[in-house]
C-alpha cells in the first residue's frame, strides 16, 4: 500500500494536490490514501545533507514500504534515492522484519505474511535503517486498535449534482485523528490514478459531489471512478502530514532518530467506490 510522500528540503511548504497523475502501478494496492505532492520553499545549506525516510504501516493491507532519500547534497537541493540499505521493522514479541529494496531505487519492502505475521492494532513497531556509510535511523509507531470491516468492492452511481457521500465510524483507541482521501482513476487515462482531496476529521464525513479541491477544480468529475477511503492514524501521522492538509500550518516535524521524515501508522475504516456522472 502507499502513502504520502513528501520531497523535503530543509524547510517546505506543502499543499492538497492539484490536477496530477500517478501511474496506477506505483500506488496499485493504495486508493487509500494517494501522494500528496510537496514542493520546497528553501534548499537545504550543503553542509546540511540529511536523509529522508518515509513510511506507514497500513493494518489494511500485507505490503508494507519504507523510502528512503539523501537531500541536500553539494548545492542544497538534492534528491536522491538511498541504496543498499538495512531496512528492518522489528514487531511486537521482538519479530525481526527485512525489507529488501525494490526494482525503484530508494524504496524497501516487507511482507508481514511471510513471517507468519500482521500489522496488529495495538502493535508497537520500530523501524530502523541504516545506510552503507553508517547513518541510522530509529523510529517507533503505534497501531490504533480498530478493527477494518470488509469493504464493498461494488462500484456505485454518484451524481455531483445531487448526491453525498456520507460515512461514520466508531472512534479507535490511540487513534489521534481519521484521515479521509479521494482518490480517481481518470476516465481518459485508465492507467492512472490522481489523488483529488484529503483532510483530517473525528469520526464522520460528509463530501457533497460539488466539493472542490484547494485549487477550485471539482473533486468529483463526471466519467471518472473514484474511491473514498477513510481511517484512523497515530499521533506520528497526523503531525507529520496534517502540515500537507493545512498549508498554513508550518513544516512537517519529524519524530524519527536519524532522519528527517515519519514513521506512523494507518487502520482502514471506511472505503467505496463511486462512478461519477453529472
Not at 552503507?132 to 497501531?143: I, M
Amino acid at each position: 500500500l502507499g502513502f504520502p510522500t513528501c520531497q523535503s528540503s530543509g524547510r517546505w511548504e506543502c499543499r492538497l494536490p492539484g490536477r496530477v497523475a500517478f501511474p496506477a502501478a506505483v500506488i496499485a494496492c493504495f486508493l487509500l490514501l494517494g501522494c500528496l505532492a510537496c514542493f520546497p520553499t528553501e534548499p537545504v545549506p550543503a553542509s546540511e545533507d540529511r536523509l529522508l525516510v518515509e513510511s506507514v504501516l497500513n493494518a489494511g493491507t500485507n505490503s508494507q514500504i519504507v523510502t528512503v532519500k539523501r537531500i541536500g547534497g553539494e548545492l542544497g537541493t538534492g534528491d536522491e534515492p538511498v541504496s543498499g540499505a538495512f531496512v528492518s521493522i522489528t514487531a511486537p514479541g521482538a519479530l525481526g522484519m527485512l525489507a529488501t529494496e525494490t526494482q525503484t531505487a530508494g524504496t524497501y519492502h516487507v511482507d508481514p505474511s511471510t513471517y507468519g505475521a500482521a500489522i496488529a492494532p495495538g502493535g508497537t513497531y520500530t523501524l530502523r535503517v541504516v545506510t552503507s556509510d553508517g547513518r541510522q535511523v530509529v523510529g517507533t509507531t503505534t497501531v490504533p486498535v480498530a478493527q477494518s470491516p470488509p469493504f464493498d468492492a461494488s462500484i456505485t452511481p454518484f451524481s455531483r449534482s445531487t448526491d453525498t457521500v456520507r460515512a461514520a465510524w466508531p472512534r479507535a483507541t490511540g487513534a489521534k485523528s481519521y484521515y479521509v482521501a479521494v482518490s480517481a482513476v481518470l476516465s481518459y487515462a485508465p492507467g492512472y490514478i490522481e489523488l483529488r482531496y484529503s483532510s483530517f476529521t473525528d469520526t464522520t464525513v460528509s463530501l457533497h459531489g460539488r466539493i472542490e479541491e484547494f485549487d477550485g477544480d471539482p473533486v468529483f468529475t463526471p466519467f471518472d471512478t473514484v474511491t473514498v477511503v477513510a481511517g484512523a492514524v497515530d499521533d506520528n501521522f497526523y503531525t507529520y502530514y496534517h502540515v500537507t492538509v493545512d498549508p498554513f500550518t508550518g513544516s512537517p516535524p519529524s519524530r524519527l532518530q536519524g532522519a528527517i521524515g515519519v514513521f506512523g501508522s494507518f487502520v482502514p475504516l471506511y472505503r467505496r467506490r463511486f462512478a461519477v456522472v453529472e
